[in-house]
Structure formats: structure tokens, C-alpha cells
């Protein structure tokens, strides 16, 4: 059964901290894993990954993906108020010419400050 | 065991045919949305609702119809089918639509010809 796990659940830390956030998977016919964040209405994107080891950034975000070891991580470095959010792990999978995604439940991360 | 269901896992349909796509929820939750995912274009919402007849249009609305009558069903309806609707669909539910972990249905494969 194809699934996806995130951890942690939830995190809380002060302002200026770095947080990572890990998501491990078992799929078959992975295709790529996408990260979102969520903390309106719907989750907006991040990042996608597909290759292993090779590092995504944007701004204070970060992710990479080792495709061995079936996982990826989220960085974020000095955080802010403003990263409080819930992050969703999820995997597209490639079955028979068709797509399918495969979410996590997601790490809850509060920022005070 | 908690969980979204979304009914039928595949459908392939003909331009103008009326479907509907179910969403049943056990959560007792209060907050359900229908997304959209296409490649390279991420998840787009399309409808969501609040509570028990309270729904409202998301990013992307156009053909698309939902009801909610009852707290655990969110149906997404398509009156006229066309290819563009052709998409992965996924139905969520959370207790809150602010910073709550949302909970993803299996998805929907819709085909449109």
C-alpha cells in the first residue's frame, strides 16, 4: 500500500530558529515528491523534487530528496512569525501512463516570537 | 479508522454528460474543499465549504457545482462535462480551515473525451 509519513506532527519554536522537516515514503512508481504549505484556505507550492540529492531553495526554504532512502527533508532557516503553517509532504506516483499524489498528514509548525 | 473516501477512484466520460463525484468524510469535520491537480500547475481549489449548507468558489469554479446537505458529504457535481475538466481531482476535510491539517481523499481520476 502506497503511503506517505511526515514527520514531526507538530513543532513550536522560537523566532530565528531552523527547523527540518522530514517526509519518508513507500510508493511504487515514484515519479516526484512536492511539498506545500498550508495555512489558508488551500496549500500553496513549494517545491517539486525528482532527482536525489540535489538541493532546492527558495529564500530561507530548502529541500532535498534521497531517493534510496525513500525521504526528503524541508529546511527552514531563520524562521518567522510568518512560517507558521501546516507543511504537506505529498508523492506523485506514475501508474499506467496515469498520475496519482499520495499526501501526508502534514507537521504543524508554530513560530512565537 | 479516519478517513476521506471520494467515489469512483476512475471515471472516463464523454463531453456533456452529467457527473458526480462523492466525498464522504468520518471526522465530523467542518471544513471540506475540492482541488484540482494538473501537471505542472499544482492543486487548485475549486470549491470549498465552511459547514452544512455554506460552500463558496475557490481559484478555479468554472463547471463545477458542489452541495453540501449534510456535515460528512461534499459532492462535486460537472452539469456539462468538457476535456479541460480532465484532471485529477481530490476532496479534503479539516476541523477548521485555518492552519488545520487537511485530510486528502484517495483522488479522482476523471477523464473527459
Known amino acids: 500500500e502506497d503511503k506517505v509519513v511526515q514527520s514531526p506532527l507538530s513543532l513550536v519554536v522560537h523566532e530565528g530558529d531552523t527547523v527540518t522537516l522530514n517526509c519518508s515514503y513507500e510508493?511504487?512508481?515514484?515519479?516526484?515528491l512536492l511539498w506545500y504549505k498550508q495555512e489558508k484556505k488551500a496549500p500553496t507550492f513549494l517545491f517539486m523534487l525528482t532527482s536525489s540529492g540535489i538541493e532546492k531553495k527558495s529564500g530561507r526554504l530548502s529541500s532535498i530528496l534521497d531517493k534510496k532512502e525513500l525521504f526528503s527533508i524541508l529546511n527552514i532557516t531563520a524562521t518567522q512569525t510568518g512560517d507558521s503553517a501546516v507543511y504537506l509532504c505529498?508523492?506523485?506516483?506514475?501508474?499506467?501512463?496515469?498520475?496519482?499524489?499520495?499526501f501526508g498528514t502534514g507537521t504543524r509548525l508554530t513560530v512565537i516570537p | 479508522e479516519a478517513q476521506v473516501t471520494q467515489n469512483p477512484r476512475y471515471l472516463i466520460t464523454v463531453t456533456g454528460k452529467k457527473l458526480t463525484v462523492t466525498c464522504s468524510q468520518n471526522m465530523n469535520h467542518e471544513y471540506m474543499s475540492w482541488y484540482r491537480q494538473d501537471p505542472g500547475l499544482g492543486l487548485r481549489q475549486i470549491y470549498y465549504?465552511?459547514?452544512?449548507?455554506?460552500?463558496d468558489k475557490g481559484d478555479v469554479p468554472e463547471g463545477y457545482k458542489v452541495s453540501r446537505k449534510e456535515k460528512r458529504n461534499f459532492p462535486l457535481i460537472l452539469e456539462s462535462p468538457s476535456p479541460n475538466q480532465t484532471s485529477l481531482y481530490f476532496c479534503?476535510?479539516?476541523?477548521?480551515?485555518?492552519?488545520?491539517?487537511?485530510?486528502f481523499g484517495p483522488g479522482t481520476r476523471l477523464t473527459v473525451l
Open positions: 505529498a508523492v506523485e506516483t506514475d501508474q499506467t501512463g496515469a498520475n496519482n499524489l499520495f
Open positions: 510508493v511504487t512508481n515514484f515519479r516526484s
Open positions: 465549504s465552511m459547514n452544512v449548507e455554506v460552500t
Open positions: 479534503a476535510s479539516s476541523t477548521g480551515w485555518d492552519t488545520d491539517t487537511q485530510y
